[in-house]
């Protein structure tokens, strides 16, 4: 790499924040599947030093991938190669929690953990949790439009923001952090930025909404004899209680690998289909819960927790199945939503999908079933990863869902974002990537296939 490029990105963030060796951790994403040689790493310390890179990126033409935890998995957190990865992580800076709006500005480089804990010591919590909260930032996940597990009583990332802080692709700033709930003084430049996946500019800061921490907690894994019967129950429940937090399906192939990959083991016996259920209220909906669960159709078994502890074990089953998969080498990732009426013959015919284009792969099937979300993960496609995609995403289109519920387009969906989109939104998304990334300098390859 050139010494003169060095020199001109250490005259903007100083000499130990532009890294030339060790990159792997930048370079790698998490699966493993996607990688690229970065130019070099630069680590910013502010926005207007975000900015100074973007200005300095269109001056001599250099391209930009923005990275947070890089936890993101559809590979549009590395490099293609010859970029320059700009890696948000020291934008830490976590603002007062105001009681009476009940929010708080952070930086974009804050994880998800630290904003939670934030959140927690006012008494208030940040809705939007997911497996890899340890790493994950606020400003990727704003990027991704992330969802996760209380998408059902609080909906997505989008519907957390109330402010945001960038710098676009022009290099230009934009900051509107008053955090007013009602502002309709034209185009919603934050919404925007949500879910654009570092194309259109970077984030550096965002101000979110809180809401009320529910003192009585209570978890529950309900095992079933069939997947039908596990989504009729989920449907009941969510009809029922106003409280439900979570309603996770696990299928028995997916919670085997987990007990055998961790070590951790299922309170219940085996079962076909098992829900995974949170409410949470100011009172213990433990009996409400349970009864529903009781007289649910097809009902196997059922454990109820209310203690940390044996809350977590649960959850344990659920967040390691990423981890687990993994284990049997880079899986293909299909992050899908389908209707509801469709979830349960979803669910029970991708595996022969998947195996009549790749006989030896092993599907694993689970997700946020309140959402329609699912995570197809294919292990073992051995040289038949397109004929698979191909045929994963037709199927999820054919059944009226998304190819991207809540990971993004990325690098790994570009190729088949025609299979949702219209040609004319396709046009309409590329004029607004123009207008405010006009070099293309900001992640290219990510969303459009080029
Ligand atoms: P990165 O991986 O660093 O980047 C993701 C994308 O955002 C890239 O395109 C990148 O260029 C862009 N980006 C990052 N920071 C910025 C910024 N400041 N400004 C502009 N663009 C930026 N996702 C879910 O939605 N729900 C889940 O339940 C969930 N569970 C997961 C569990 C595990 C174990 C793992 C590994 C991942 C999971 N994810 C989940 C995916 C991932 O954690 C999310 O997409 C997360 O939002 C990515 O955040 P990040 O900081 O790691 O972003
Ligand atoms: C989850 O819900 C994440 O655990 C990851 O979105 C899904 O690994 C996956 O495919
Ligand atoms: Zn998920």
Redesign the pocket.
């Known amino acids: 790499m050139s010494a003169a490029i060095v020199e001109q990105l250490t005259a903007i963030v100083g000499s130990a924040n532009v890294l030339t060796t060790g990159l792997d951790r930048y370079e790698v ?2 699966t493993r599947r996607y990688s690229g040689r970065a130019l070099c790493v630069v680590r910013p310390a502010n926005t207007s030093e975000v900015a100074a890179i973007v200005s300095w990126a269109r001056r001599v033409g250099v391209a930009l ?9 559809v590979g ?2 590395v490099p293609r190669g010859g970029e320059v990865v700009v890696s ?1 992580e020291r934008l830490r800076h976590i603002g007062p929690v105001d009681a009476l709006s009940r929010q708080v500005t952070v930086g ?1 480089g804050v994880t998800i953990h630290d904003l939670h804990e934030t959140a927690r010591s006012a008494g208030l919590r940040y809705a939007v949790d ?3 909260r340890g ?3 606020v ?6 439009n ?4 209380n998408v059902v009583r609080y909906g997505m990332t989008r519907q957390q923001i109330v402010g945001v802080e ?1 710098v676009l692709g022009t290099g230009e700033i934009v900051s509107h952090l008053q955090g007013l709930l009602k502002d309709n003084t034209g185009f919603d430049l934050a919404s925007l ?1 949500c879910g ?3 194309t259109l ?4 800061a965002v101000r979110v909404r809180l809401v009320t921490e529910q003192p009585a907690r209570v978890t529950a894994l309900a095992g079933f004899d069939r997947v039908e019967t596990a989504v009729e129950a989920m449907a009941s429940l969510c009809r029922s209680l106003d409280t439900v937090d979570a309603a996770e399906l696990m299928l028995d192939s997916g919670v085997e690998l987990v007990e055998a990959a961790v070590g951790v083991s299922s309170p219940i016996p085996r079962a076909a289909a098992y829900l995974l259920v949170e409410c949470s209220a100011h009172d213990d909906q433990s009996e409400s819960l349970g009864t529903i669960l009781e007289s649910a159709p097809g009902l196997n078994d059922v454990a109820i927790s209310v203690t940390p502890s044996q809350r977590d074990a649960l959850w344990r089953l659920r ?1 390691e199945h ?2 687990s998969i993994n284990t049997l080498g880079p899986p293909l990732k299909y992050d899908v939503t389908v209707p509801i009426d469709r979830l349960a013959g979803f669910v029970s015919s991708i595996g022969r999908v998947v195996s009549d284009v790749a006989p030896s792969a092993r599907t694993f099937v689970f997700g ?1 079933a309140a959402d329609g979300n699912m995570h197809v993960n294919v292990s073992g496609a051995v040289d038949r990863d397109d004929e698979v995609t191909e045929a994963v995403l037709r199927a999820v289109v054919a059944e009226g869902g998304s190819i991207s519920a ?3 387009i ?1 690098v790994a969906k570009a190729r088949w974002l025609h299979l949702n989109r219209s040609a004319v939104e396709i046009g309409a998304m590329r004029a607004i990537k123009a207008a405010l990334d006009p070099d293309g300098i900001m ?1 290219p390859g ?1 969303l459009f296939a080029d």
Do not use: K
């Not at 992330?146 to 597990?149: K, P, Q, R, S, V």
């Open positions: 994403d998490w991938v923005p990275q947070g935890g890089n936890t993101g998995l549009g957190s948000l974009a997911f497996g890899a790493s994950a930032t400003g990727g996940s704003v990027a991704t992330a969802g996760g597990i960038a930025l654009s996946e570092g500019g970077i984030v550096t967040d990423t981890p946020h809540e990971h993004g990325g992640n990510v």
